[in-house]
């Protein structure tokens, strides 16, 4: 489904050129929830941001379905975005507009039938089950609530992709749990493939069926997510095992009562 | 007050409110889509052309750097050439509105600036347009800081009309000047020192109420 060739991203800084992201190679398969994990400053936001182009490679290639992102020009890629979902940390939440209109107002980019929007973001809205509050505005939302609005808008116009930016990471531990279990839940009906980044383990422990650690720019590991966590070979990934087994001592959502 | 005076205070006080009006409205209309391009076209922007924005900015400075009185006095021959005469209200209708335009261009800049750009990026991340960026994310999500902007403008376009009243222009501030001061009649000075703090409270006063309706709509918490 996606596939990452020698993807390299440099920035131009008052030193020179810095590198962020170096040769990065991978392949998520269709229908997967792929995470991406990596310490701040590890280059895995810039990485996310490629797969969409809000970020511009600097060379390699991006393969999503059978369309390579990057040889795409503006308009070409503004039909694929239309096929890409993304979420943020931060929502990103249009304040002027309802819920309704924020989710509509993806539809509506995407050309969708006018006759249409309307059945459409009541259904997506039931899926995210935020119905009641499809007239109220974002900041009358609760974090939680905001990031459901972000999934909505995102998934509105039925993309294959669905890319998550940190979207837990601004959200307390039981909001967080909720929104993975949404997140599974869509993997589950829509067959849509995720990728997320993250830095905490135990969102991709939790939703997670293969992962990538990132270091310094490079991919350091990959595989099913369960072989990473029996046997981590990377620096990044043993210190990712040693956290969370301290932690999960203490109890986190993994085997907590949920909400 | 003599009905006399009275009839000379609400015609100026018309002629202001007109003057306002018309020059505001043509200001507006040139210094919107000159705020929105002098944020949209710099570097790394949805529509980035750093030439055409130097190219704007130079000019919106340029404009702005000069008096006002001198900007109405070197104009004055193009009202000729748009409206036919030199003299009264009409004439004073193209320096005012081309003086004040590129003060809303800034003033209007600064409000769509202000916009975060995680919005703009995930209405790119939808597929959107630029001109549907700028249509349906900057202009709605900077609506209260531009109305608070445009109330700014409003009242320093009353300034202006003042000034342009002093060559002629009718108005309240021709009223001060040709009455008030050079005909020494205080009553008429006061009078209209009065109806222009009363113009100019009315007109903030509702541009604070607008602003706030909008955010309240917005941010009210049930």
Same mark, same amino acid.
């Given at each position: 489904?996606?596939?990452?060739?020698?993807?390299?991203?440099?920035?131009?800084?008052?030193?020179?050129?810095?590198?962020?992201?170096?040769?990065?190679?991978?392949?998520?398969?269709?229908?997967?929830?792929?995470?991406?994990?990596?310490?701040?400053?590890?280059?895995?936001?810039?990485? %996310?941001?490629?797969?969409?182009?809000?970020?511009?490679?600097?060379?390699?290639?991006?393969? %999503?379905?059978?369309?390579?992102?990057?040889?795409?020009?503006?308009?070409?890629?503004?039909?694929?975005?239309?096929?890409?979902?993304?979420?943020?940390? &931060?929502?990103?939440?249009?304040?002027?507009?309802?819920?309704?209109?924020?989710?509509?107002?993806?539809?509506?980019?995407?050309?969708?039938?006018?006759?249409?929007?309307?059945?459409?973001?009541? /259904?997506?809205?039931?899926?995210?089950?935020?119905?009641?509050?499809?007239?109220?505005?974002?900041? &009358?939302?609760?974090?939680?609530?905001?990031?459901?609005?972000?999934?909505?808008?995102?998934?509105?116009? /039925?993309?294959?992709?669905?890319?998550?930016?940190?979207?837990?990471?601004?959200?307390?531990? &039981?909001?967080?749990?909720?929104?993975?279990?949404?997140?599974?839940?869509?993997?589950?009906?829509?067959?849509?493939?995720?990728?997320?980044?993250? *830095?905490?383990?135990?969102?991709?422990?939790?939703?997670?069926?293969?992962?990538?650690?990132?270091? *310094?720019?490079?991919?350091?590991?990959?595989?099913?997510?369960?072989?990473?966590?029996?046997?981590?070979?990377?620096?990044?990934?043993?210190?990712?095992?040693?956290?969370?087994?301290?932690?999960?001592?203490?109890?986190?959502?993994?085997?907590?009562?949920?909400? | 007050?003599?009905?006399?005076?009275?009839?000379?205070?609400?015609?100026?006080?018309?002629?202001?409110?007109?003057?306002?009006?018309?020059?505001?409205?043509?200001?507006?209309?040139?210094?919107?889509?000159?705020?929105?391009?002098?944020?949209?076209?710099?570097?790394?922007?949805?529509?980035?052309?750093?030439?055409?924005?130097?190219?704007?900015?130079?000019?919106?400075?340029?404009?702005?750097?000069?008096?006002?009185?001198?900007?109405?006095?070197?104009?004055?021959?193009?009202?000729?050439?748009?409206?036919?005469?030199?003299?009264?209200?009409?004439?004073?209708?193209?320096?005012?509105?081309?003086?004040?335009?590129?003060?809303?261009?800034?003033?209007?800049?600064?409000?769509?600036?202000?916009?975060?750009?995680?919005?703009?990026?995930?209405?790119?991340?939808?597929?959107?347009?630029?001109?549907?960026?700028?249509?349906?994310?900057?202009?709605?999500?900077?609506?209260?800081?531009?109305?608070?902007?445009?109330?700014?403008?409003?009242?320093?376009?009353?300034?202006?009309?003042?000034?342009?009243?002093?060559?002629?222009?009718?108005?309240?501030?021709?009223?001060?000047?040709?009455?008030?001061?050079?005909?020494?009649?205080?009553?008429?000075?006061?009078?209209?020192?009065?109806?222009?703090?009363?113009?100019?409270?009315?007109?903030?006063?509702?541009?604070?109420?607008?602003?706030?309706?909008?955010?309240?709509?917005?941010?009210?918490?049930?």
């Amino acid at each position: 489904m996606i596939t990452i060739k020698n993807l390299t991203k440099s920035f131009k800084t008052a030193e020179g050129e810095s590198e962020v992201l170096k040769n990065i190679n991978l392949k998520i398969e269709k229908g997967d929830i792929f995470g991406i994990i990596g310490f701040s400053g590890a280059g895995k936001s810039t990485m %996310i941001r490629c797969l969409n182009r809000l970020e511009e490679p600097t060379s390699g290639n991006i393969i %999503i379905g059978d369309k390579d992102i990057t040889a795409l020009n503006k308009r070409e890629l503004r039909e694929v975005r239309k096929k890409i979902g993304i979420i943020f940390q &931060q929502f990103n939440l249009f304040d002027s507009m309802t819920v309704f209109e924020n989710v509509a107002f993806s539809l509506k980019v995407a050309g969708y039938p006018k006759e249409k929007i309307k059945s459409r973001v009541h /259904e997506i809205l039931d899926l995210v089950e935020l119905t009641d509050k499809i007239q109220a505005y974002p900041a &009358q939302l609760s974090g939680g609530q905001k990031q459901r609005v972000g999934i909505a808008r995102a998934l509105a116009n /039925e993309p294959d992709v669905l890319l998550s930016d940190e979207a837990t990471s601004a959200l307390d531990p &039981q909001t967080t749990y909720s929104i993975l279990e949404l997140l599974k839940n869509i993997n589950n009906k829509l067959k849509i493939t995720i990728v997320l980044i993250t *830095h905490e383990l135990d969102v991709v422990k939790y939703i997670c069926n293969n992962m990538a650690v990132i270091e *310094h720019g490079e991919i350091v590991e990959s595989g099913t997510t369960d072989s990473v966590f029996l046997n981590p070979k990377s620096d990044t990934a043993k210190k990712f095992v040693s956290i969370l087994n301290n932690f999960s001592s203490q109890g986190t959502y993994s085997g907590g009562d949920g909400i | 007050m003599s009905d006399d005076l009275l009839g000379l205070l609400l015609k100026a006080l018309g002629e202001t409110i007109k003057m306002v009006a018309i020059s505001g409205s043509i200001a507006f209309a040139i210094g919107l889509p000159m705020g929105i391009i002098l944020v949209v076209t710099k570097k790394n922007h949805i529509i980035e052309c750093p030439k055409l924005n130097k190219v704007l900015g130079t000019i919106v400075n340029a404009v702005r750097s000069l008096p006002s009185i001198i900007l109405i006095v070197i104009l004055l021959p193009l009202s000729r050439v748009v409206v036919g005469t030199t003299l009264g209200m009409k004439a004073a209708i193209v320096p005012l509105s081309i003086g004040a335009a590129p003060f809303l261009a800034r003033i209007i800049e600064t409000a769509i600036e202000e916009v975060e750009w995680g919005k703009i990026e995930a209405a790119q991340s939808m597929g959107a347009k630029p001109f549907e960026i700028i249509t349906k994310v900057l202009i709605p999500e900077a609506l209260p800081a531009l109305v608070r902007g445009a109330t700014i403008a409003i009242i320093s376009i009353i300034e202006l009309t003042a000034i342009a009243g002093a060559i002629g222009a009718g108005g309240l501030g021709s009223l001060a000047i040709r009455f008030g001061y050079q005909r020494f009649r205080t009553d008429i000075m006061i009078a209209t020192v009065i109806t222009l703090i009363i113009l100019v409270q009315s007109i903030q006063f509702i541009g604070d109420f607008t602003s706030k309706y909008i955010n309240k709509k917005r941010y009210k918490f049930d």
